[in-house]
């Protein structure tokens, strides 16, 4: 259908995340789809016998705005558990339509035209939308190639009276580095007596390997009393699809994240949360998900040692990078659609996460799949390139 009106663009270089594209091309071609970060198994039973025992008792109508309480009680209750800081339940708990909307709703709560928010690049890809729908501009530290630590340095020489807000994310999409307590520290004293507020991206705060623990922003006091910490239910629990998170924080900032939250979506899916606060009893299914990915990650790095990629660290999250130079000097978008169209892999390339486009020859895997997706994937990039021995 025709127009009728003249648009104007809010955002008239933007396409379709990179996450999409590469899942429909990889529907398009039949390829191993291993871009967009989705399991392709399934949850256990008892999460959905639970969500369809609850529709059918009655429980359909409008939750409160902030969550249902025993959705709220759960969350508090682990995240007192894990990281040592009781969250009230009234008033610094909201349970959010995934992670995506609760940043979304955190960056409106709090960024006004003109403010400047430090992201970390590689970004992930739906922080600078949010602050730039608002008004507000994204101001680029850079995750340093090839481990992908913080500069601390260079995010003191980012800071400015205009800095309204810092975005962190650990485990880190896409690079599976993880923020360790020295670096946590190291941003308390860099934010000590500003009125900065961080974001706390910690949506696969279960997925840390070799031991490592998981450092929430929620556990240092001092961070904790600026933060907005959030998490999605759709990576501790299989169900991507759900569209389920939360966020926690002092009470002061809470309330300015309700008062967007209210009229963004009101309240979330009422049968999911009474499922979620039956399932999060056993604490064993969150705290198990990092031994059940560890395994494999393993498989998986353990099936491309046979190939000619070469794997970076991955010390959490669901997700492996790994450099192609040795296969081809494509960029990596190029690359990317190559691979997806005549090997039959799909990957996302990293450069989707930089705004200038870097490009350090990095692609994306997912390996929260089953064994026999990840080793079809690897059997078809066997075939495509020859062993590394014979290089
Ligand atoms: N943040 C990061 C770092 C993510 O990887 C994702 C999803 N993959 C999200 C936020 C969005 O989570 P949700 O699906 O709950 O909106
Ligand atoms: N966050 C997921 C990823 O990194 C994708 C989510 C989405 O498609 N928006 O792959």
Redesign the pocket.
Known sequence: METAVRIDSRFPDMGT?I??VMSRLAAECGAVNLS??FPDFQAEPALFDAMHRHMLAGRNQYPPMAGLPELRQAIADKVAALYGTRFDVESEVTVTAGA?QAIFTAVAAFVRPGDEVIVFEPVYDSYVPAIETVGGKAVHAQLQFPDYAPDWAQVASLITPKTRMIIVNSPH??TGSLLTAADVDRLAELVRGTDIVILSDEVYEHILFDGERHVSLCGHPELAARTIVVSSFGKTYHITGWKIGYVVGPAALMAEFRKVHQFNVFTVHAPSQLAIAEYMQDASRHLGLAAFYQEKRDFFRQLMAATPFELLPCRGTYFQLARYDRISDLPDRAFAEWLTREVGVAV?PVSAFYADGRDDNVVRF?FAKREETLRAAVERLGKAFPAKSQL
Request: some cysteine; hydrophobic content about 20%; glycine content about 10%.
């Open positions: 995340t996450f999409t967009q970060g995506t999409n896409p996302i997912c």
